[in-house]
């Protein structure tokens, strides 16, 4: 075995002068960063009124009442919980569908490869931008009052929410693409539309399809929250029910939303595992 050769460390030092002598702004920059972090940390804790007695005190009126959640029971309200369920299920469903749908073309226009103006692509990314920006809660507010109380409220919430959202993540798999398949069918004489259709549609839409799916299950626990503003779905049963302190329901409405959800994990989940794998097979 060959000795390691002796490092001359005055080389080294005279060598690499920036990582042996760094100025002290450099050395003080972490340990003042972590101070920095400390003290925001401590200051929110401050005036956010954080008190660890008010919240050991609290503990035991959680106790309280998960004592008084056991057992479940859903009394006779059985068939109207379904049928809220089944209206939640509806909203994710029907509003992610119909987000994906009008984001799909907008998003055309706000990828590089399709749009290279920048002058015409900022606009579009900033519009979604603002869209993504307003969270689903607020937007089921604001529609609550455009359109009434009720589930269709719910749908436009989570469409108007998630179309932001896809329209910058469609927009990403559109750029991400690859572009020799473009470049042949434009070799062959085809148009911008035949370039779209059959070199970048093909790629982009197992992407897509797999996106849809996790938003469909998101949205699922996103629908029930706006149900309880008035939305429609479990969520305003749930609300309602906490509202009257009956615990034995309210306990029941969380199962049922936790089955829900776990259901519609593991079939998007099997789904998308297998839009993938057909896709790695093509």
Do not use: C
């Given at each position: 075995?060959?000795?390691?050769?002796?490092?001359?460390?005055?080389?080294?030092?005279?060598?690499?002068?920036?990582?042996?002598?760094r100025p002290a702004t450099a050395r003080l920059a972490t340990p003042?960063?972590?101070?920095?972090?400390?003290?925001?940390?401590?200051?929110?804790?401050?005036?956010?009124?954080?008190?660890?007695s008010r919240f050991i005190a609290g503990l035991s009126q959680l106790g309280w009442i998960t004592m008084m959640m056991i057992p479940p029971d859903p009394g006779t309200s059985l068939p109207l919980y379904l049928k809220a369920l089944g209206e939640t299920l509806s909203i994710a469903l029907l509003g992610t569908t119909l987000a994906a749908l009008l984001a799909l073309p907008v998003s055309l226009f706000a990828a590089r490869n399709i749009v290279p103006s920048v002058s015409l692509r900022f606009p579009v990314r900033r519009f979604l931008d603002s869209i993504r920006g307003v969270d689903t809660l607020i937007w089921a507010l604001v529609w609550i009052n455009v359109v009434g109380l009720g589930p269709f409220a719910g749908v436009l919430a989570i469409a108007v929410s998630d179309f932001g959202a896809f329209g910058k993540l469609f927009?990403?798999?559109?750029?991400?693409?690859?572009?020799?398949?473009?470049?042949?069918?434009?070799?062959?004489?085809?148009?911008?539309?035949?370039?779209?259709?059959?070199?970048?549609?093909?790629?982009?839409?197992?992407?897509?399809?797999?996106?849809?799916?996790?938003?469909?299950?998101?949205?699922?626990?996103?629908?029930?929250?706006?149900?309880?503003?008035?939305?429609?779905?479990?969520?305003?049963?749930?609300?309602?029910?906490?509202?009257?302190?009956?615990?034995?329901?309210?306990?029941?409405?969380?199962?049922?939303i936790l089955v829900a959800v776990a259901a519609i994990d593991f079939i998007s989940g099997k789904l998308r595992f297998a839009i993938i794998g057909r896709r790695a097979v093509a």
């Amino acid at each position: 075995m060959s000795k390691p050769h002796d490092i001359d460390t005055a080389e080294m030092r005279s060598r690499y002068p920036d990582i042996f002598d760094r100025p002290a702004t450099a050395r003080l920059a972490t340990p003042a960063m972590a101070v920095a972090a400390l003290a925001i940390f401590v200051y929110g804790l401050v005036d956010l009124d954080f008190s660890p007695s008010r919240f050991i005190a609290g503990l035991s009126q959680l106790g309280w009442i998960t004592m008084m959640m056991i057992p479940p029971d859903p009394g006779t309200s059985l068939p109207l919980y379904l049928k809220a369920l089944g209206e939640t299920l509806s909203i994710a469903l029907l509003g992610t569908t119909l987000a994906a749908l009008l984001a799909l073309p907008v998003s055309l226009f706000a990828a590089r490869n399709i749009v290279p103006s920048v002058s015409l692509r900022f606009p579009v990314r900033r519009f979604l931008d603002s869209i993504r920006g307003v969270d689903t809660l607020i937007w089921a507010l604001v529609w609550i009052n455009v359109v009434g109380l009720g589930p269709f409220a719910g749908v436009l919430a989570i469409a108007v929410s998630d179309f932001g959202a896809f329209g910058k993540l469609f927009s990403e798999a559109i750029e991400g693409a690859d572009q020799k398949q473009v470049e042949g069918i434009h070799a062959s004489g085809g148009s911008v539309l035949h370039e779209i259709r059959f070199g970048l549609m093909p790629q982009v839409l197992p992407v897509i399809a797999g996106q849809v799916l996790y938003f469909i299950e998101s949205n699922t626990r996103s629908a029930t929250i706006i149900g309880i503003v008035g939305a429609g779905g479990i969520g305003l049963q749930l609300a309602e029910q906490i509202r009257v302190l009956e615990w034995q329901k309210v306990s029941f409405l969380i199962l049922m939303i936790l089955v829900a959800v776990a259901a519609i994990d593991f079939i998007s989940g099997k789904l998308r595992f297998a839009i993938i794998g057909r896709r790695a097979v093509a």
